[in-house]
């Protein structure tokens, strides 16, 4: 008696299962990946636009208290900066203020992109500026 040779078509279609469900774990974890990639991209552009801008921060100018908002990249990311005199959180008491020593500053940036909450760098530096010849003095 002759035995025929090849597959069934039962042991075909669980072949086929097999291979469709080793495909779709397979495009998972690319997709997952390349999500991955992405985020780690934006991340990092957005950290470049944040040292670029804080290096340039002070530069020919005297560094005032307030706020600073803009973008980057057509609106892509955008950035929000906050300047306040840094108070030392060990000295308790206020000191007498000497307009010709220099000024500790806090810069705090803030760099976001897209909706989620973690799409986010925030910055925190301290810069010493020296004197504003200016400060003090009443414009007339």
Do not use: C
Not at 9 to 22: D, N, P, Q, R, T
Not at 42 to 53: F, G, I, M, V, W
């Amino acid at each position: 008696m002759k035995r025929p040779h090849g597959f069934t078509l039962l042991e075909v279609i669980v072949a086929f299962a097999l291979l469709a469900l080793a495909l779709t774990l397979l495009l998972g974890s690319l997709s997952g990946a390349t999500r991955q990639i992405r985020a780690a991209d934006d991340a990092t552009r957005a950290s470049l636009h944040a040292q670029s801008l804080l290096a340039q921060i002070g530069v020919g100018e005297f560094l005032q208290p307030g706020r600073r908002q803009g973008e980057f990249e057509r609106g892509r990311y955008h950035w929000d900066l906050e300047i306040v005199p840094y108070e030392d959180p060990a000295k308790r008491e206020t000191p007498v203020q000497d307009l010709s020593t220099p000024e500790l500053m806090q810069l705090r940036l803030t760099t976001r992109w897209g909706d989620g909450a973690r799409e986010r760098i925030v910055w925190d530096t301290l810069r010493l500026v020296p004197p504003d010849p200016n400060r003090g003095r009443s414009v007339q």
